[in-house]
């Protein structure tokens, strides 16, 4: 319980979804403990943060966070993350559509290794300043970006070092 920050409602009843009882993300957080018990190495988890507000997502992320911390492996799929919910994660495996891998390795510290990887590729446009790592990077490695610079990204990511 207190790994997922939740000893404070350890007596708490767990009640009906949006009707009483604890809220999307304590159940969220909840969810985790109980996975938890098992004492798993490594946790996969679809969407944690998805119909979570900013702060909600925050703390789901702190106790994705804490759970990393204690040694295990925590594989999660995420869409439109925030800048700091993407900024948590220490590696990244993109795919494009049809699953095959554009990118695979670490994201580095405010995410200068995808940056660097991705502006590296000649023709993609250089990550304006504050702009969302994450959404850049699917901007710029889209089907779209595929067609306009003539290139494939998996055919790239399987030639790169850091493929290799």
């Not at 604890?22 to 109980?34: D, G, H, M, N, P």
């Not at 703390?59 to 759970?67: L, P, W």
């Amino acid at each position: 319980m207190d790994l997922v920050e939740l000893d404070n409602l350890k007596d708490a009843i767990v009640g009906l979804p949006g009707v009483s009882g604890l809220s999307t993300e304590q159940r969220k957080r909840l969810t985790i403990a109980v996975e938890l018990v098992a004492n798993p190495s490594i946790i996969f988890m679809d969407e944690p943060t998805s119909g979570l507000d900013a702060r909600a997502a925050a703390i789901v992320m702190r106790a994705v966070r804490n759970t990393v911390d204690t040694g295990r492996t925590v594989v999660c799929t995420i869409h439109q993350p925030s800048i700091d919910i993407f900024e948590s994660f220490d590696e990244l495996l993109l795919m494009k559509r049809g699953g095959q891998v554009i990118y695979g390795g670490p994201l580095g510290k405010q995410s200068h290794k995808i940056v660097e990887y991705f502006e590296a590729i000649p023709g993609v446009p250089k990550i304006k300043e504050k702009y969302n790592p994450a959404t850049w990077m699917l901007e710029a490695s889209s089907n779209a970006a595929e067609i306009r610079l003539g290139m494939d990204f998996a055919e790239y990511y399987r030639s790169s070092a850091l493929f290799r």
